[in-house]
């Protein structure tokens, strides 16, 4: 039997799930606006992975990229980031940044730079995530799309 693997955009019940995922993965949960922004991945029906992109003007803030533990090393991650990043192309977004702790290994091989916390474009500084959610240790990267 065939699994199925699907990237979905969140609906209202999927968000206790997304919560659930972003505490066991230890990602912040400040700033979160409900599921509005997620795309879920889905396996045979039960979400396993997500990922959201705030939008500041024509930049995005890519933030809560979780796996379930055992679902990684398999491309889900890159799926589900390269779905979000082809959204944020289609709705104009031009440049997309984040911020990391753990994974600069993983977004660099999908084209993301290190830049530093001063190249961070203004209007992404004024995210929950830039002024307290991630440590000023964490890694900034940005693809520009």
């Not at 997309?96 to 999908?110: D, I, K, Y």
Request: aromatic share 6%; charged share 25%.
């Amino acid at each position: 039997m065939r699994e199925s693997i699907s990237i979905r955009k969140a609906e209202v019940g999927d968000y206790a799930r997304i919560t659930h995922l972003l505490r066991e993965t230890g990602l912040p949960l400040d700033g979160l606006n409900g599921h509005e922004n997620f795309l879920v991945l889905s396996r045979d029906g039960q979400i396993v992975g997500c990922a959201a992109m705030e939008r500041y003007g024509k930049y995005g803030l890519l933030r809560s990229v979780a796996l379930e533990p055992n679902e990684r090393r398999h491309g889900f991650g890159r799926s589900v980031v390269q779905e979000v990043l082809q959204q944020a192309r289609r709705d104009g977004i031009a440049e997309v940044v984040l911020f990391t702790t753990t994974a600069a290994p993983f977004f660099e091989r999908l084209g993301f730079h290190a830049i530093s916390r001063e190249e961070v474009p203004a209007p992404v500084r004024a995210s929950v995530e830039f002024q307290s959610a991630c440590p000023a240790s964490a890694a900034v990267l940005r693809l520009v799309l």
